[in-house]
T-cell receptor, first 114, second 111 residues
Framework: AQSVTQLDSQVPVFEEAPVELRCNYSSSVSVYLFWYVQYPNQGLQLLLKYLSGSTLVKGINGFEAEFNKSQTSFHLRKPSVHISDTAEYFCAVSGGGATNKLIFGTGTLLAVQP | NAGVTQTPKFQVLKTGQSMTLQCAQDMNHEYMSWYRQDPGMGLRLIHYSVGAGITDQGEVPNGYNVSRSTTEDFPLRLLSAAPSQTSVYFC??????????FGEGSRLTVL
């Protein structure tokens, strides 16, 4: 079975500073990895995904993530954040052929301060 | 461009009452799923379906039933609501790409 760990429940950061949101996963099979974002009172939307190929994945809104198989990590990064990036970010994993059966982490609240 | 539509958006129930959360998608997606979101616990998969007539259990299926008679609709039924089912419920659909399209959520309170 797959599982996801997001160790940071909240990450405060100043506007225009870089940020990294950490995600580690556990799986006995090949995995697909995802980052989703949730703005207040909305559903989730996809930021980026890793299915195969290049381990550096670029997504929307200037975010990127790097798949590291040896460290079982998929950390999300942005070089310069904006106030509008304030939201909750969820890492998710699927695997074993069940591409759409996503297991989510507990989420990280990114709080961007002016 | 409706996408995934959930109704109702808000609902208050008394313990023991039953209700159905409706979910409809207009993207002709085969895969649909229900999640619940609770503070500090992220999203947990309740039930999912890979096509009409096929459903399966997720991580937290107890107390919930689903059916999938058409590609478009995937209702979630609570037969006897309990306070532990107070949560925000999200329906999602997908093609076989891993990208889930979520509805706006249904906030359920069980007193």
């Amino acid at each position: 079975a797959q599982s996801v760990t997001q160790l940071d429940s909240q990450v405060p950061v100043f506007e225009e500073a870089p940020v990294e949101l950490r995600c580690n996963y556990s799986s006995s099979v090949s995995v697909y990895l995802f980052w989703y974002v949730q703005y207040p009172n909305q559903g989730l939307q996809l930021l980026l995904k890793y299915l195969s190929g290049s381990t550096l994945v670029k997504g929307i809104n200037g975010f990127e993530a790097e798949f590291n198989k040896s460290q079982t990590s998929f950390h999300l990064r942005k070089p310069s954040v904006h106030i509008s990036d304030t939201a909750e970010y969820f890492c998710a994993v699927s695997g074993g052929g069940a591409t759409n059966k996503l297991i989510f982490g507990t989420g990280t609240l990114l709080a961007v301060q002016p | 461009n409706a996408g995934v539509t959930q109704t109702p958006k808000f609902q208050v129930l008394k313990t023991g009452q039953s209700m159905t959360l409706q979910c409809a998608q207009d993207m002709n997606h085969e895969y649909m799923s229900w999640y619940r979101q609770d503070p500090g616990m992220g999203l947990r998969l309740i039930h999912y379906s890979v096509g009409a007539g096929i459903t399966d259990q997720g991580e937290v299926p107890n107390g919930y039933n689903v059916s999938r008679s058409t590609t478009e609709d995937f209702p979630l039924r609570l037969l006897s609501a309990a306070p532990s089912q107070t949560s925000v419920y999200f329906c999602a659909s997908s093609r076989n790409t891993g990208e889930l399209f979520f509805g706006e959520g249904s906030r359920l309170t069980v007193l």
